[in-house]
């Protein structure tokens, strides 16, 4: 499961920045709320309407972008 089947990016929704799909929930969100010291456990509980399995795939796939981008 790809990036862009998690995370979308419509301009009709939070003016195109990129959300978990089905959701208004940025993907920022969730890398802010790691890079404080929060855990993953926390941001699903403040968003419930983003799944363990989306988050996880999520963070596997922008990794994986990032390291194939440094290569």
């Known amino acids: 499961m790809g990036l862009s089947n998690i995370v979308i990016r419509d ?3 939070l003016s195109g920045e990129p959300v978990f799909r089905g959701t208004r929930v ?3 969100s969730l890398t802010d709320y790691l890079e404080r010291g929060h855990t993953l456990d926390e ?3 403040d968003f419930p309407g983003v799944t363990r399995v989306a988050a996880i795939a999520a963070l596997e796939e922008a990794r994986s972008s990032l390291s194939a981008t440094l290569k």
């Open 43 to 45: 941001f699903l509980d």
């Open 11 to 13: 301009p009709d929704i």
């Open 26 to 28: 940025p993907f920022k």
